[in-house]
Each structure stands twice: as C-alpha cells, then as structure tokens.
C-alpha cells in the first residue's frame, strides 16, 4: 500500500519535531541532529548555499521518519539525496567499506560462479578476515556478522526446480540476498506457493534494488537499478501478474523508494501488484484461495517486526498467516529499530550507532523463552543472531515445515 499523501517539496514540513522522537539515530548519538534539521529543514538551505555538514552520513534510512509525519512528507528521500549531494562534492570522504558494501550484486556472482566451490571459499576467507582484524582495514566493522554466500545461486538452483502448472503466475523478485546469501529461502517460497496453487518465475535481467548502494551514498547507481527493475516490473505488471518478494526493504524500494527518489512513472503502474511473501499469502487468504492444510508446530518463536515493513502500511501480515498453525507460539517482540539497516551497520562510521540501536532487540531476543526468531527482512535477521545464540528464519520456513508435515514429505 502506497501513502495517500507524499511530498517532494521541503516546505511541507510543519516543523513538529515528531519525526526526531521516533528516530532512533538521534536516540543513540548526538553526532545525529534528526531527520527534520537534515532532511527538510537544510533542503531549504542547500538550495541557496552549500552545505557540507558530514551529519548527512549518519541517517540509517529506517524511514520511521516518514512513518510518523503528520503532513506526510517525504524526509528519509531528502536525507539520502543530501548524503549523495555531499559524496559528489567529496568524492574522498568514499573509503573501500563503500565500494566492497555497494558492490554485493558484483561480489555475489563472484562468489557463486563456481557451484559448491567458490562459496564456501569466499566464506572461510571472510571469516579469517574477521578474525585477523583485516575488515575494519578496508573500512567494513565486523559488530555484526556479515552474511556468508549460498553455495549456488538462487538462479542457478531455480533452473533444477519442477514447478507444477498453475493458471496463477507471479514474479518473484529475489534480490541479491536471496540470490546470492540465502538461496535456499528463494526454494522455499516456491515450495509454499506451489502448495497454494501457484507457479513462480523468474527473470534474471532484474537488479539489486539497491538499497545497499543508496547507503553509502551512490544515488545515480541506484538510478540505473531503478531505471532498469521499473521498465522490467511494468512488463509484468501490464500481463497482470504480481510481483512478490521475501524482504520488505525489497518491495519498499520497488514500489516507494524509486517514487520518491527518481519520480519514475512506470512505478504507478505496477506498484500496486507489489507484495511481501507473507502479504500475498494473506491477500490469497481473503479472496479464499489459500491452503490451510498445516500442520501443527509445538514451538515457541519471537517475531521482530522490520522498520520498513511498518512504514508500507500493511499491518503485519506474518503474526495474521501464522495464527493458521495450530499449537504455534508467537511472541511479539516490539524492540524497535535493529540498528542493522542495511549496510548501516557494517560500515566503520556508523556500526558502532547501529550496534547499540540493536542491543534492545538482541537483548529481547536473549532473555525469550523462544527458541526461534523469526523476521521478513534479511537483514534484520543477521543482527538478531548477533551474540543472542538464537537462529532467526524467515516465517516461510515454519509454513513450508508445517505444510511438508501435513503432507507427509
């Protein structure tokens, strides 16, 4: 669900501060003075003179900014043109922690080339290279573990898959995550809607979404991602197919990012047929189509709800699908920001910032009597088996289990 009001025009800011009290940067540094003074507020004043203020860099794009603003203005989209305004004026302030973070899609295709072989290489030198200290030489902390490499990608396993035939078709946007660090998500979303009568596909021209790369600042790299997925996704949108994700930074960047920042007008069209996994399994719920032969699960699991799934409207779809599983325990977790925020927690400035915005979800997650965590944004998953020895999964991989044990395999 897109916002009904949007703003690209600073002067839309009513100057209400609420935006700074649900920032939770500006909580955990002063070296943040908010998403208002940065965003709006100094939009205006760059406009007559040029500001250098390195506090651009420290906005995590959690966007709980834009979700709290009254006048609905858009301060996370001033915030990141104002960190890529102020990379082009100081194209040295770069270090090789952004050009390693902003290059995941390069690095993953690297580092799946060779099936079974090269993967598990490139994760025992990042491991060697975390303990050696060598990362934080090229810029990158290591606060939180970085995500190893599937040992083939979700492309290349998707090409061994036998789907069934089925009327009802969508595309599925996997990401460089899923493609390159967690295929095997990739397969189970597939297994879990072909059990809902629904065949999945695929296309390999389709790009990072590029949050990544908007994080350290390379605005016109994001375009070209953007340019590109937008004219892709309209093909299918116009064929009246949908388009699913697994990672709600992914569809947030699909159908709001690339509106806000870039104006594309190939998003209104196929925004709209935009979904995270779990929202889609919900939808298919309502018009009464989806499989409810699961099977009961005697767990208990902690759910962390994602900053960017909160700001796209959409309730919480996960804690609705999995009240479906009999004997299932979900605990909600209600932590707040993970800190992670994509890259914003590995790069050497602001790791530190998102270490401690995480320390109330880790330390929630630590003292639950769960034995799972469970969250729809990959990242987030990574911070909340930061030191809390607790696997976190995406919840299609309780369905896919409950619906396997219905079924007997």
Do not use: W
């Amino acid at each position: 669900m897109l916002p009904k009001i949007k703003h690209d025009n600073p002067d839309a800011c009513i100057s209400c501060n609420i935006c700074l009290t649900a920032c939770p940067v500006a909580k955990a540094t002063r070296l943040y003075r908010g998403p208002k003074l940065n965003g709006p507020a100094l939009t205006r004043l760059r406009k007559l003179v040029t500001d250098d203020d390195p506090m651009v860099q420290f906005c995590s794009n959690c966007k709980n900014c834009d979700r709290v603003c009254p006048s609905g203005t858009s301060i996370s989209a001033f915030n990141m043109k104002a960190r890529a305004d102020f990379f082009k004026r100081h194209p040295k302030e770069h270090d090789m922690g952004d050009m390693i973070l902003c290059n995941n899609e390069i690095l993953g295709k690297a580092m799946t080339a060779i099936p079974f072989i090269s993967a598990p290489a490139a994760n025992i030198g990042m491991k060697v290279a975390a303990i050696t200290k060598m990362l934080p030489k090229f810029g990158v902390a290591t606060y939180a573990p970085l995500p190893s490499y599937s040992v083939a990608s979700f492309y290349t396993r998707f090409k061994l898959i036998k789907q069934p035939s089925c009327q009802t078709k969508v595309l599925f946007f996997p990401g460089c995550y899923v493609n390159y660090n967690e295929s095997e998500l990739g397969l189970c979303l597939i297994d879990v809607l072909n059990r809902n009568n629904v065949e999945v596909i695929v296309d390999p021209r389709l790009n990072c979404c590029g949050s990544p790369i908007l994080s350290t600042g390379y605005l016109d790299k994001v375009e070209k991602h953007a340019q590109n997925n937008a004219a892709i996704l309209k093909e299918y949108a116009d064929k009246g197919i949908d388009i699913i994700t697994t990672c709600t930074t992914c569809s947030l960047f699909l159908k709001q990012e690339y509106d806000e920042l870039f104006n594309l007008p190939e998003v209104k069209s196929y925004a709209p047929r935009v979904y995270e996994a779990m929202e889609y399994l919900m939808m298919r719920n309502s018009k009464g189509f989806l499989v409810k032969s699961l099977a009961p699960l005697a767990k208990r699991v902690a759910y962390h709800t994602p900053c960017h799934l909160k700001v796209q409207g959409m309730g919480r779809p996960t804690l609705d699908m999995l009240k479906f599983i009999p004997a299932l325990e979900v605990e909600d977790l209600n932590a707040g920001c993970c800190g992670l925020s994509g890259v914003y927690g590995y790069k050497k400035n602001t790791a530190p910032i998102g270490h401690l915005i995480g320390s109330n979800l880790r330390s929630k997650i630590s003292e639950s009597k769960a034995t799972l965590s469970i969250c729809e944004c990959n990242i987030c998953r990574l911070q909340m088996q930061n030191g809390t020895n607790k696997k976190a999964v995406h919840p299609l991989y309780l369905l896919r289990e409950s619906y396997k044990k219905r079924a007997g395999h």
